[in-house]
């Protein structure tokens, strides 16, 4: 199955500044590539996704990036704000219908 | 998206019982899948619940422990039988769409004592 490595684990910026997460996959296959923001206490929820026929999609101050030669894809999070706190979660979706979780950033965007 | 309800939301239980969460989604999807979050950590599958057909268990996660329910496209039950401590955790169903976006229920809290 697919295995998914996320990086780093904790993340600490200053609010304005840009926050960059990084996750590599090992199956060459996967072709889907969510990211998800866990507050505390809520459920993950999808704030941005890639397919493996696209290099980069933005939505606003977030943006993803997909290297599929090196097999690596990062989320961007421009102008980072207090309400950007949260744990971040990469996945990837191989094909038998499964996705493979990153093990968490733990993201603190200090005021 | 989808809109998905789970019951309980918590719920303390001793060790030794069984408890059943219940997942609800407002349209008819394929893909139901339960997973496992120990606090502090990531999302662990536990199964793909099938439609009219047994559950698919991950590696570490059994039939006899985590049965599986899936009556129609729409509603899934995942029981925790026999808990121990270490059964603590939250429960969260999720559902796939065609598009291949995935979304989670508000998770269920469990605490076995």
């Known amino acids: 199955g697919e295995n998914v490595e996320q990086h780093p684990s904790t993340l600490s910026v200053q609010e304005g500044d840009s926050a960059v997460i990084k996750c590599t996959y090992s199956?060459?296959?996967?072709?889907?590539f969510p990211w998800y923001k866990q507050e505390l206490g809520k459920r993950p929820q999808l704030i941005i996704d890639i397919r493996s026929n696209v290099g980069e999609k933005k939505d606003q101050r977030i943006a993803v990036t997909l290297n599929k030669t090196a097999k690596h894809f990062s989320l961007h999070i421009t102008e980072t704000q207090p309400e950007d706190s949260a744990v971040y979660f990469c996945a990837g979706y191989d094909n038998f219908n499964k996705f493979y979780f990153g093990s968490g950033t733990k993201l603190n965007v200090k005021p | 998206s989808a809109v998905i309800s789970q019951k309980p939301s918590r719920d303390i239980c001793q060790r030794g019982t069984s408890l059943t969460i219940q997942c609800q989604v407002d349209s008819q999807v394929t893909m139901m899948f339960w997973y496992r979050q120990q606090p502090g950590q990531s999302l662990t599958l536990i199964a793909t619940a099938n439609q009219g057909s047994e559950a698919t268990y991950e590696s570490g996660f059994v039939i006899d422990k985590f049965p599986i329910s899936r009556p129609n496209l729409t509603f899934s039950t995942l029981t925790v039988s026999n808990m121990s401590p270490e059964d603590s955790s939250i429960y969260l169903c999720?559902?796939?769409?065609?598009?291949?976006?995935?979304?989670f229920g508000p998770g269920t809290r469990l605490t076995v004592t």
């Open positions: 999720s559902v796939r769409t065609a598009s291949y976006e995935q979304y």
């Open positions: 199956d060459s296959a996967s072709n889907y």
